[in-house]
């Protein structure tokens, strides 16, 4: 009891460290048996299911996947070929608009993108893609690239 009270009062005293949002107490571990994660991520991430289509400068290479979460510097997706962490790609991301008289059902995003992180998903061919978006820009003829 007195154990649990010291830790409650430790706990109330301590401030939050605001790098991580996870009082700094608990980085101790004091008996405490469960791991803590920390968020690592800067920025919030969406998840938006949006139509992404990847080219490689110089190729005819297309790949075309969904995204699975957005921030405002990157987004993180699972495709089926091989992408090399480091190498830079070109992708178009189509975001949906909602146009009041019809318009536009969709507004294409051309990124130059940094391939962060790729991870094996199993035995399945697929690989979980994040990557950083160096420059984008709004286009109107990239929507035949993606099949819309």
């Given at each position: 009891m007195m154990a649990r009270k010291m830790l409650l009062v430790r706990y109330f005293s301590m401030e939050l460290d605001p790098r991580n949002h996870v009082p700094a107490f608990l980085d101790m571990r004091e008996g405490i048996e469960k791991p803590v994660t920390i968020e690592r991520r800067r920025?919030?991430?969406a998840q938006v299911h949006w139509p992404l289509c990847f080219s490689r400068p110089g190729t005819a290479e297309m790949v075309r996947t969904i995204t699975q979460d957005l921030s405002s510097h990157g987004f993180y997706c699972?495709?089926?070929?091989?992408?090399?962490?480091?190498?830079?790609?070109?992708?178009t991301l189509v975001v949906p608009t909602h146009h009041p008289n019809g318009g536009r059902p969709a507004l294409p995003v051309l990124c130059k993108v940094r391939v962060i992180r790729v991870e094996v998903l199993g035995e399945s061919g697929l690989w979980g893609v994040g990557c950083q978006i160096e420059d984008y820009r709004f286009g109107s003829t990239a929507l035949d690239h993606v099949g819309l």
């Open positions: 920025r919030v991430r699972i495709v089926n070929a091989g992408f090399v962490p480091g190498e830079m790609r070109e992708c």
